[in-house]
């Protein structure tokens, strides 16, 4: 069976700041990773996804991750946050085919 | 490209009613993925659906829940007689076949309350 730690449940940062957000995973197998941002009552938006190759992968809005396969992680990292970053954001894992497992969500909130 | 789109975006429901969630795929995309937020315990996965079969329910609770995903139309998941724990947004997620199944792609919700 495969699970998704976030070790944050809430994280505060003030604007321009950097921020790490972390994620840990448990899987028997290879699965492939993601992280996704939720906005107030909005669905899910995908951020980056890690599938093979480099370990650093990077997405949308200027965040990047990288996929540790030794300590089974994959942060998710921002040089510099803005207030429109204030959201839910999530870690997921997956099989190869299949239903996505969440981590319990990190609400990161970006103080002026 | 129309994303997923998800109806209604919100559902009261009475206790003992049926609610109905509907959800229509992204254009081109077979497979259909049901997830449920609740709050305090995250998302959840609940069904995976291709057209006309189901492929994965092991997340679905046993009594009460169904989903379909027809040949035509929208998929959709049927709550039976619910009751206040059925409370929660129920989300709907997407993806091709072939390379693009690695990724889902979520419609907005529909955020049933039960009263």
């Known amino acids: 069976a495969q699970s998704v730690t976030q070790l944050d449940s809430q994280v505060p940062v003030f604007e321009e700041a950097p921020v790490e957000l972390r994620c840990n995973y448990s899987s028997s197998v290879s699965v492939y990773l993601f992280w996704y941002v939720q906005y107030p009552n909005q669905g899910l938006q995908l951020l980056l996804k890690?599938?093979?190759?480099?370990?650093l992968v990077k997405g949308i809005n200027g965040f990047e991750a990288e996929f540790n396969k030794s300590q089974t992680s994959f942060h998710l990292r921002k040089p510099s946050v803005h207030i429109s970053d204030t959201a839910e954001y999530f870690c997921a894992v997956r099989f190869p085919y299949g239903k996505l497992t969440f981590g319990q969500g990190t609400i990161l909130t970006v103080h002026p | 490209n129309a994303g997923v789109m998800q109806n209604p975006r919100h559902l009261v429901r009475r206790r003992g009613q049926e609610a109905r969630l509907r959800c229509s795929p992204m254009k081109g995309h077979s497979h259909v993925y049901w997830y449920r937020q609740l709050p305090e315990e995250g998302l959840k996965f609940m069904v995976y659906?291709?057209?006309?079969?189901?492929?994965?329910e092991s997340g679905m609770p046993k009594e009460r829940f169904s989903a379909e995903f027809p040949k035509e139309g929208p998929s959709i998941l049927r709550i039976q007689q619910v009751v206040r724990g059925d409370s929660a947004a129920y989300f709907c997620?997407?993806?091709?076949?072939?390379?693009?199944?690695?990724?889902?792609?979520f419609g907005p919700g529909t955020r049933l309350t039960v009263t």
């Open positions: 997620a997407s993806s091709p076949e072939g390379a693009g199944i690695h990724e889902q792609y």
């Open positions: 890690y599938l093979s190759g480099s370990t």
């Open positions: 659906l291709q057209k006309e079969n189901i492929i994965d």
